[in-house]
């Protein structure tokens, strides 16, 4: 990434850096599940299979911990990181690790004493009850190794190490793919054999990370850095919300489908295990397909991001053509397979009678009919993810899974059995792709209506002398921007609010009118997280934030200054000579200020108020985890309305003398 400049290196290339080991992750971890799949269909047979299906939710509720923990410690890590706040990096990783290895334990307690009731929960039959019992269990004694292995892998990729991390998740499938024929063939274990090659498989891939503490790159990992803190878990829990919200969204989809399967199926020719298990290799086969393409779209995230903040709209552009275009290439592929070879699709996972033939036939025929469509939108959702535009990425994301595949999928097998909840698939590809092509379309006709010039930048202050820093947070409409400005001309030391974000622009290479919409329109909030996929541990909100600490620290050395608001006073915490100031008001000078400054009417200006003092209040909550208007960590509190902005830039200027 150092080597390759974002704005300016040749797209494809960039495309190919930052896609490949997104592709190969996915596709490795796809692969895992698959493995065992093929070596039981032609062990044990298709009941075996269905069985795997109906334990696999488990699993798939142990990654959504491991990757909250992961995810949310590799966010805080590059976070903190780029702060350089070394300790609080080290404090915050350890209790993610210490967070997913108490978690891991308790699940694996938890599933080992419940788990009948966690198989009928997720749709198990009698038929299956037998196999998924003897699978479940032996992969529950796993879930410990899961789940930290999982979290110390995306530790590892924010440590600057992905190809280790890549490494020992390739070597744990390798030996899965050994293990398997062993354990099911020559020692005929069957299921259970199975269970104990991916719990072996994934005990080493947990070894060789483990073996990774040594190596860290960014901080100091040993005896002395190993605390806790509920705080750090917190925060780091946060930070991965999104990924947990994701896991456990497929954990209700396969509920869904295998309960409905079990139900409607009972009453067609196929049975409930037909069903369930055909379904089950359909879903993953097509998750190779998705993979594929979601590693291209993540691939291009951080390249979109960058030249859509820095105002390059035809790199955007062209860069959403060429994912685009790989992607409906990768989708039309996978369509040609499903509808012209599907039987030899589905033997790849063993044998089994005329009906369960026919009925995968059907399932990958009518089920996956417009997966050519699905391209579109898996990317399209991670676009506007990387553009900012969380809301449209949240909605897209949501669309096909949950907002109509599982009521399309209530509503046709209620109207046609089991064949109805294979006619859902198609409804909701088509649905979804209509609501992204709608507004990838919308998007793309504004980006070509954009300027495509740059704001021109302030011209950065020379060094001043060494004196008082003060920083200034202040509710919106408080008359704290004059009384800095005030406080500026009495002092005689420069003023940094609007004028930072051409600083920020030059030390970034964002825009500075990109900055400016950006920090007028906080996105820190549940929709800006949920399309942050496996390989995306930083938001556009973190990018910002960081390069604007970066400016702060870098204004702060050349002397006295006053800087408004951008939780400064929290980035400059460790600085000797800061003053730290609130200001604020009461509700009717709030909104007579808006009214006559900010030119916004009486009927929305307290409106309006309350919306910015709310962003400006989780902002600077998400990034310090201190509460913005407790006055403890406030040198002076003040009330602008009691004193007057005059009186009130008086009053700080001799606190800053007296105390001088």
């Not at 002395?224 to 947990?244: C, D, N, P, R, Y």
């Amino acid at each position: 990434m150092k080597k390759l400049d974002l704005g300016t290196e040749n797209i494809s290339k960039l495309l190919k850096a930052f896609s490949i080991p997104c592709i190969i992750s996915l596709v490795v971890n796809a692969l895992y599940n698959i493995v065992d799949q093929i070596f039981i269909g032609w062990g044990v047979g298709y009941l075996g299979n269905g069985a795997t299906n109906v334990v696999f939710p488990i699993t798939v509720i142990c990654l959504a911990f491991a990757l909250m923990f992961g995810d949310g410690t590799a966010a805080y890590l590059s976070l903190k990181l780029g702060e350089k706040k070394h300790r609080e990096a080290e404090k915050g990783v350890w209790s993610g690790i210490f967070s997913s290895i108490v978690i891991s334990i308790l699940f694996c307690i938890f599933a080992l004493l419940f788990l009948p009731n966690l198989l009928n929960l997720f749709g198990c039959t009698k038929t299956l009850q037998t196999f998924a019992q003897d699978y479940g269990y032996i992969i529950a004694m796993g879930i410990p190794f899961m789940m930290i292995g999982t979290t110390f892998n995306s530790i590892i990729r924010a440590d600057g190490s992905p190809k280790y991390a890549m490494a020992s998740m390739v070597v744990g499938a390798l030996l899965n793919v050994i293990l398997d024929p062993i354990a099911i063939f020559v020692l005929n274990l069957g299921v259970k054999g199975a269970a104990l090659a991916t719990i072996i498989s994934q005990f080493v891939t947990f070894l060789m990370n483990i073996l990774y503490i040594r190596k860290f790159k960014s901080i100091e990992m040993n005896k002395q850095t190993m605390t806790f803190s509920i705080e750090s878990a917190k925060k780091v829990s946060l930070l991965g919300i999104s990924s947990f919200i994701t896991q456990m969204s497929i954990v209700v989809i396969i509920a869904v489908q295998n309960n409905l399967l079990s139900k409607y199926g009972a009453m067609s020719k196929y049975g409930s295990e037909i069903p369930i298990t055909v379904l089950g290799i359909v879903m993953k086969i097509n998750q190779i397909l998705t993979s594929i393409i979601i590693g291209i779209a993540a691939g291009s995230s951080p390249i979109v991001g960058f030249n859509y903040g820095a105002k390059k709209y035809d790199r955007v552009g062209k860069t959403l053509k060429i994912v685009l275009s790989l992607s409906i290439c990768i989708s039309t592929i996978a369509f040609i397979l499903f509808q012209t070879i599907p039987e030899r699709l589905i033997g790849l996972f063993g044998s089994g009678d005329q009906l369960y033939n026919e009925f995968a036939c059907l399932t990958f025929r009518i089920f996956l009919l417009l997966t050519i469509l699905n391209g579109i939108q898996i990317a399209s959702g991670i676009f506007f993810q990387a553009i900012g535009k969380s809301g449209k990425s949240a909605l897209l994301s949501l669309s096909r899974q949950i907002l109509i595949f599982i009521p399309a999928a209530f509503l046709l097998s209620y109207l046609f059995g089991v064949m109805g909840l294979l006619y859902a698939g198609p409804v909701a590809d088509l649905l979804a792709f209509i609501i992204s092509a709608v507004l990838l379309y919308l998007e793309a006709k504004q980006l070509k209506a954009e300027p495509q010039i740059e704001l021109q930048q302030p011209e950065k202050v020379e060094k001043t002398k060494k004196g008082p820093i003060i920083t200034i947070n202040r509710e919106y409409g408080s008359g704290g921007r004059y009384v800095g400005k005030l406080l500026s001309e009495k002092l005689g030391i420069p003023l940094y609010d609007k004028n930072l974000i051409g600083i920020v622009s030059d030390e970034s290479g964002l825009s500075a009118s990109y900055i400016e919409e950006k920090e007028q329109n906080r996105n820190l909030n549940l929709l800006s997280d949920l399309n942050l996929n496996y390989f995306q541990n930083l938001s556009n909100d973190d990018t910002l934030f960081l390069a604007e600490t970066k400016a702060i620290q870098n204004i702060a050395k050349k002397g006295s200054c006053i800087i408004i608001g951008r939780c400064a006073d929290y980035v400059l915490k460790e600085h000797k000579n800061v003053f730290k100031i609130f200001l604020y008001s009461d509700s009717k000078h709030k909104i007579e200020r808006a009214t006559k400054y900010y030119g916004i009417s009486k009927t929305k200006a307290n409106k309006e108020i309350q919306k910015i003092d709310k962003a400006r209040e989780r902002h600077y909550e998400h990034y310090t985890n201190m509460k913005w208007k407790d006055a403890s960590h406030y040198d002076l509190c003040l009330n602008v309305d009691l004193f007057g902005a005059e009186k009130t830039s008086e009053l700080i200027e001799q606190m800053i003398k007296e105390t001088k």
